[in-house]
């Protein structure tokens, strides 16, 4: 189920591994909950956070701001280490213009600081 019904705080078993306020850990649907579960239980998974820093982005004239589902450190297939901001959201959602500005900026932002951006839908989680 995707949406506003599913809504809860993660506790992580791995707390070393979460990279901020690990108080204020917030998933909003069940795939970010699985993803959670994810990023505390993989070995190849460093450092997470989740919705720990914002970036600012215009949309329809007005400021606002965009705070990335996740933040990863990961090692990769080959052993280096890679950072990544990764969004989460229904497939059918890629397509609205509200986010396509938010991870227009989110792309800048994540060349600017060395990281890459990604958005998983369903078709990436499952």
């Known amino acids: 189920m995707f949406g506003n019904n599913f809504k809860g705080r993660f506790v ?14 917030i998933y909003r649907s069940s795939w970010e909950r699985l993803f959670m579960v994810y990023c505390d239980k993989c070995p190849s998974i460093l450092q997470w956070s989740s919705e720990e820093f914002k970036i600012p982005y215009v949309f329809e004239g007005k ?3 965009y705070y990335p589902d996740f933040w990863v ?4 297939k080959k052993g280096n280490i890679v950072r990544k901001m990764i969004e989460i959201k229904p497939h059918y959602q890629k397509k609205w213009k ?5 991870w227009a900026e989110a792309r800048k932002f994540a060349e600017e600081n060395y990281m890459d951006f990604e958005v998983f839908t369903e078709k990436e989680l499952f």
């Open 12 to 25: 992580p078993r791995n707390a070393w591994k979460y990279n901020g306020n690990i108080k204020q850990i």
């Open 63 to 65: 400021n606002r701001t």
């Open 73 to 76: 450190e990961i090692h990769d």
């Open 98 to 102: 509200i986010n396509q500005a938010k």
